[in-house]
């Protein structure tokens, strides 16, 4: 699955009745919601005719496309789902109970309720919410495929503006030529100190322009509640503090996206096996001293890049259980105490002496080359839903 974006400039009234269609999704989503948590049980065959009910009840849930209301419902089976097989899984901590929406950003539309023009460089929504006609401002031609690959539409607001996200069903391996093996393998450990240190010995400095960003962000932010009053209208003042806020978090995140994409293409391009650490982010986020470079640099978002990358150009990435890969001797194999501020591993019993993370990802690398004894190919694609992601991480393209 391929995700385009293109930006739009909608007309005032444009804007209104494309708010006005993500408010009638939200309102789906939510109501549907209402409906499985009063109803504890009801499977999707219920959730969807109750999707029904509210389309006979209500004019404006009626306007909206009906396929755009089903994803609506999607969404709610989806988070529904992911609740369930948390506490199945029995992680500890939150489960993720479904939560209500509040300030939904994008609706999204199957296969009807919208038509591209004769060159594909204008966009109609022709449901009964009244978004009308939009020109699709990006370079990216449509016109390389068919209209039957395009399975979702969604439309998003931003910071910054309105875009139109089209959904191509292909599999990006059919778009590239292949590359010559490098017969290299990769293991890569985050750092504290860096992004990542190879097994190579290479190291990939934290990106600055977060920590230089934050400045301004936090600055921005102070702006924004100086301005804020409790309880009454807010100022236009205020609203305009809330803006640019938005705007830099929108910059900063995009920066983030673009590094980490980098750096994910350029390991998959120069080898042809990449092991890294399955680590539990969620976990690593809480520990204060770890949390600041991890969430920064967005690793989650790094390995879901890399596992794409890997597929696209058929590299091997395994994820391996990150236990002991930082204590161990990457030469002799015994353990080495270390607690996290001792940089240099050096080990008492074959005096090996490496930086400590480049120790650690040379252990990732055996234990990655370990487990691929028998098993030739890892298309993690599968599990990559880039649509129900996309919405959480502002990416801009799904594709390169
Ligand atoms: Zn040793």
Redesign the pocket.
């Known amino acids: 699955m391929f995700v385009y974006e293109y930006k739009v400039n909608p007309k005032p009234q444009q804007i209104a009745a494309i708010n006005e269609a993500i408010r009638t999704s939200q309102f789906v989503r939510n109501k549907v919601l209402r409906y499985w948590m009063d109803n504890r049980g009801v499977g999707k065959t219920e959730m969807f005719r109750y999707n029904t009910n509210l389309r006979k009840e209500y004019k404006f849930v009626d306007d909206l496309n009906s396929h755009a209301c089903q994803t609506a419902v999607e969404r709610v089976l989806r988070a529904v789902n992911r609740f369930y097989d948390n506490c199945k899984k029995q992680i500890p901590g939150k489960k993720g109970y479904p939560q209500f929406k509040r300030s939904s950003r994008s609706v999204e539309y199957k296969v009807s309720g919208w038509k591209l023009s004769q060159n594909r460089k204008r966009i109609t929504f022709t449901d009964k919410k009244g978004i009308g006609n939009l020109k699709l401002i990006g370079s990216r031609d449509l016109n390389f495929y068919q209209i039957e690959q395009i399975k979702r539409v969604r439309i998003i607001r931003r910071a910054d503006g309105y875009y139109v996200q089209f959904s191509v069903h292909l599999d990006p391996r059919d778009t590239v030529e292949p590359i010559i093996p490098s017969q290299k393998a990769v293991g890569i450990d985050v750092g504290i100190k860096y992004f990542l240190a190879d097994s190579q010995g290479n190291v990939e400095p934290n990106p600055q322009f977060y920590r230089r960003g934050e400045k301004q962000l936090n600055r921005l932010n102070r702006r924004k509640s100086k301005k804020f009053r409790k309880g009454t209208h807010q100022s236009r003042n205020y609203h305009r503090a809330r803006c640019l806020y938005a705007l830099k978090h929108l910059k900063v995140s995009r920066q983030r996206e673009e590094f980490v994409k980098r750096v994910a293409l350029r390991l998959i391009k120069s080898n042809d096996l990449v092991a890294y650490e399955d680590l539990n982010v969620k976990g690593m986020v809480k520990n204060k001293h770890l949390s600041k470079s991890i969430s920064d640099a967005g690793w989650s978002t790094f390995k879901r890049w890399l596992d794409y990358f890997g597929y696209k150009y058929g590299k091997i990435t395994i994820a391996v259980s990150p236990y002991n890969t930082s204590q161990n001797?990457s030469?002799?194999?015994?353990k080495?105490q270390k607690s996290l501020s001792t940089r240099t591993h050096i080990?008492s019993?074959?005096n090996?002496v490496e930086d400590r993370d480049v120790n650690a990802a040379i252990n990732i690398l055996q234990k990655g080359l370990l487990s691929t004894v028998g098993q030739t190919e890892s298309s993690k694609l599968g599990e990559i839903e880039p649509l129900a992601r996309l919405e959480q991480s502002c990416l801009t393209k799904l594709c390169l």
Do not use: R, S
């Not at 030469?331 to 015994?334: A, F, L, R």
């Open positions: 001797c030469n002799c194999g015994e080495v080990c019993h074959c090996y």
